[in-house]
C-alpha cells in the first residue's frame, strides 16, 4: 500500500499532486515505537493503508484491505465471522492479532481473545490511516501483539472539512449509511462518526453440515457505530460504540438454522493527557474503561431430531469490563538517544455469566445455577516496559526493548525486543529484528465447565513466540519501491484441546508450531500517476510435534493490484488475489482445498457530475469464482461458502 496523510481536495489530480509530494518526504508512524518515527528507521516490517487507497479499491471493510498486504489472509469460520491470518498463523477469532484504534487496544471478548466478535471486519468511513505491523509486539503492547498489531487511525477534526454524508446500496439487500463531522477551534476540536448498515448477507449453499443437512447459510447483519474524539489543550479523549447482530452462518455446532442468532455491544472511553515538559522530556498517561457482552441464542439441532422435538435451543449471555491507568515518559537523552519508559495496571472481569436450555422440549428456561458454561472471574495485569532508540550513526540505528508482565492467574512473562537498520546507502535499507511475544490464556480456556467436547484449566500457560527477521527494503527511484523479508516463528504452548480418558476434552498446551517464509512487495508509480503493485509470500508451517505441514493454510499467496487514472478526477482500481491450495489435516479423506484467483474492481468518480460529490462503484469477486474456505476435520462435509460477485455503490456528499 502507498501511505500518505489524507488529502483535503476532492480532485484525483490534486490528489496525486500531494501524494507524490509526500513521497518525496519523511513518512512517519507511531505503532511500532510508541512513538513518533519515520517509516523507514521504525525497525520493523510495516504496511500503511491510507484513507485514500481504502477509497480507490473501493473497500467496504478493512478486511477488503487486509488481504492485499503481503502474509496476511483473510477467512470465515462457522460462526460467520473474519479470522485474520498472519505468516501462517491462523485461528479463529484472530486472538493471536492485536487491534488498536487509535493507540487502544480492543481484544474485549475475554472468552476468546478476539476483536472479531463484536467489530468483525470494521468499517473504514473514518479511518485516517492504518499501521500494519507484522511480527511480535508484546514488547510494547502485552498480551496478543503475538503475529501483528494493527493500529487504526481515525480521521480527526483537523482532517475533516465540514460534515461528511455518505449513503451505500449493494447485493445481498445491503444498505448503508454514514455521518462524519469536525469542528475545530482556537484550543478545541471535536470530531465524530455515525454508522448504520443492514444485510440480508449472501445465501450459499452447504450440501452437508454436521448433521447432513443441505440447505442455505444465514448470515444477516445489522450493524450501529458511534465514535467521538476530542482535543483540548493537552487533554484529549476518545469514545466509540458498536452494536452488531447476525445470523448464524452455521452457528456454534456447524448446524444450518434460521432461528439462531448472534448479538454483540462493545464500548469505550478513553481520557489521556499528555506534556512536553521540555524539549527533552514528554509525559503521558491516560485511563480507560471498556466493556463487551454478547448474547448469543443457538439452535444446536433442528426441530423433529432424534430427541429433540422443538430442537435443542441453547442461550448464553455474558459480560466482561476492563478498566485501567497507563503512564509513559519519553526521555530524550542526546540528539541520538531517546529512551520511552512505561507502566500499566488493568483489572479484567467477567460476570453476568448464565446458560439458558430448552432442553428438547418448550421454552429456554434458566439452568446457570445448575449447568452454567462458566463463572464470574477477574484478573489483575501488572506491567512495565522500557524501549531504547539509539543512533550510532546516522546510517545506522538499534532499537531495545523488554516488557514485563504479571497477571494474578497464572504469573509471570518477559518479552524482549531488538532490531538495528542499516542505512547501506539515501535509497537501501537492511533491516533485522528479533522478538518474543505472547499470548495470555482466556477466560474460557481457564474455566470453561459443563462443555461437552472440551472444558477450561486453570493451569494452562501463555502461548509464546520468537521470531527473527531480516530484510532489505528500498527505492529503485522517487516512483518505484521494493521490499524483501524473510522470516522465522517459532511458537510454543500453543493452547489447544488434549484428549482425555473420558470423551471431554481439556484446554492444555500441547502444541508447538514451526513457520518459515518470504514477502516480497514492489510498487512502481507510471507517469500519468497510476499505480501498479504487488506482492508473494510463501510461507512453511510445520506442526513441530507430528512434524507435518500444518492443513488449512496455503504455501503461496500473491496479489497485484493497479490503480490507473482515466482522468484527473476518475480512477480505475483493479486487484486480483490468489490463494494457493490448502492441504487437509492428517486423517482427513476429503479431497485438498483447490487454490483460487478473485478479482476485484472499483471505479471512483469526484466532483464530476456535482461539486463536493464523491461516487464509487465495486465489483468484489468480479468473475464469481467458486471457491471456500476449509472446514476442520469430523465437522461437515462440506467447507465453509463464500460470496459470488458482490456488488455496491456508494454516495459521499461533503457539507462545507
Same mark, same amino acid.
Given at each position: ?457 486453570? /493451569? ?151 461539486? /463536493? ?44
Amino acid at each position: 500500500m502507498i501511505s500518505h496523510a489524507e488529502q483535503p481536495s476532492g480532485d484525483v489530480f490534486d490528489q496525486l499532486e500531494e501524494e507524490i509530494k509526500w513521497l518525496q518526504e519523511e513518512v512517519y508512524v507511531t505503532t511500532a515505537t510508541k512513538t513518533r518515527e519515520t517509516l523507514k528507521k521504525s525497525g520493523s516490517t510495516i504496511s500503511v493503508i491510507t484513507a485514500e487507497d481504502l477509497k480507490a479499491m473501493g473497500a467496504r471493510t478493512l478486511y477488503d484491505a487486509l488481504k492485499r498486504l503481503p502474509g496476511f489472509g483473510v477467512s470465515q469460520f462457522n460462526m460467520g465471522m473474519s479470522s485474520v491470518e498472519v505468516r501462517g498463523v491462523k485461528t479463529d477469532f484472530a486472538e493471536k492479532v492485536l487491534f488498536l484504534i487509535n493507540g487502544h487496544p480492543i481484544n474485549s471478548n475475554l472468552a476468546n481473545g478476539g476483536a472479531n466478535s463484536a467489530f468483525n471486519e470494521f468499517i473504514v468511513d473514518d479511518i485516517r490511516h492504518v499501521e500494519v505491523i507484522r511480527g511480535p509486539g508484546s514488547a510494547l503492547y502485552g498480551t496478543n501483539a503475538f503475529v501483528a498489531v494493527i493500529n487504526i487511525i481515525t480521521k480527526q477534526a483537523e482532517d475533516i472539512s465540514g460534515t461528511d454524508i455518505t449513503a451505500g446500496v449493494g447485493s445481498d439487500d445491503t444498505k448503508k449509511a454514514n455521518v462524519q463531522f469536525g469542528h475545530q477551534s482556537d484550543n478545541f476540536s471535536l470530531a465524530g462518526n455515525f454508522h448504520a448498515s443492514d444485510t440480508h448477507g449472501f445465501d450459499e449453499y452447504v450440501r452437508s453440515d454436521s448433521i447432513g443437512q443441505a440447505d442455505n447459510v444465514d448470515y444477516w447483519q445489522k450493524r450501529y457505530e458511534g465514535s467521538l474524539n476530542f482535543q483540548a489543550g493537552d487533554v484529549s479523549g476518545q469514545a466509540r460504540y458498536l452494536r452488531r447482530e447476525s445470523g448464524s452462518y452455521l452457528g456454534a455446532n456447524n448446524v444450518l438454522s434460521n432461528k439462531s442468532d448472534q448479538e454483540y455491544i462493545d464500548y469505550f472511553f478513553e481520557l489521556a493527557y499528555s506534556k512536553a515538559l521540555s524539549t527533552q522530556f514528554n509525559f503521558n498517561i491516560k485511563t480507560y474503561f471498556d466493556h463487551f457482552q454478547f448474547d448469543n441464542t443457538w439452535e444446536l439441532m433442528p426441530a423433529g431430531s432424534d430427541g429433540f422435538p422443538d430442537g435443542f435451543i441453547v442461550r448464553s449471555p455474558v459480560k466482561h469490563d476492563m478498566t485501567g491507568i497507563e503512564t509513559q515518559v519519553d526521555l530524550q537523552l542526546t540528539e541520538q538517544n531517546k529512551v520511552l519508559i512505561g507502566a500499566m495496571y488493568e483489572r479484567q472481569s467477567q460476570y453476568d455469566v448464565a446458560f439458558w436450555s430448552n432442553d428438547g422440549t418448550g421454552s429456554l428456561v434458566d439452568v446457570s445455577e445448575d449447568r452454567n458454561w462458566n463463572g464470574s472471574h477477574n484478573r489483575d495485569i501488572n506491567a512495565v516496559y522500557f524501549q531504547d532508540i539509539w543512533d550510532a550513526l546516522d546510517s545506522l540505528r538499534f532499537i531495545l526493548g523488554v516488557r514485563y508482565d504479571h497477571y494474578s492467574d497464572f504469573g509471570d512473562t518477559w518479552n524482549p525486543r531488538a532490531s538495528v537498520t542499516w542505512s547501506v546507502k539515501e535509497n537501501l535499507r537492511v533491516i533485522a529484528s528479533y522478538g518474543s511475544a505472547f499470548r495470555a490464556p482466556t477466560f474460557g480456556e481457564l474455566y470453561n465447565i459443563n462443555n461437552p467436547s472440551v472444558v477450561g484449566n486453570p /493451569n494452562v500457560n501463555p502461548e509464546e513466540i520468537q521470531t527473527y527477521e531480516i530484510g532489505i527494503r528500498g527505492e529503485l527511484s522517487r516512483k518505484s519501491s521494493y521490499g524483501i523479508t524473510y522470516f522465522e516463528n517459532k511458537i510454543e504452548d500453543l493452547i489447544a484441546p488434549r484428549p482425555t480418558e473420558t470423551a471431554v476434552n481439556t484446554s492444555d498446551n500441547v502444541g508447538e508450531l514451526k513457520v518459515t517464509g518470504v514477502e516480497l512487495e514492489m510498487s512502481q508509480r507510471l507517469p500519468d500517476g497510476s499505480v501498479l503493485s504487488g506482492n508473494y509470500t510463501y510461507q512453511h508451517p510445520i506442526n513441530q510435534v507430528s512434524n507435518e505441514r500444518v492443513a488449512d493454510v496455503p504455501l503461496h499467496r500473491a496479489n497485484v493490484s493497479f490503480n490507473y487514472f482515466i482522468s484527473e478526477r476518475v480512477s480505475l482500481y483493479t486487484s486480483a488475489m490468489y490463494k494457493g491450495e490448502t492441504i487437509r489435516a492428517s486423517g482427513d479423506s476429503r479431497d485438498d482445498v483447490d487454490d483460487y484467483i478473485t478479482v476485484d474492481l472499483a471505479l471512483l468518480v469526484q466532483n464530476v457530475l456535482i461539486e /463536493n460529490l464523491e461516487v464509487k462503484a465495486s465489483a468484489y469477486n468480479l468473475f464469481n469464482t467458486d471457491y471456500q474456505d476449509p472446514s476442520p476435520m469430523d465437522v461437515m462435509i462440506s467447507d465453509y461458502p463464500k460470496n459470488g460477485v458482490n456488488l455496491m455503490l456508494e454516495a459521499t456528499y461533503t457539507l462545507d
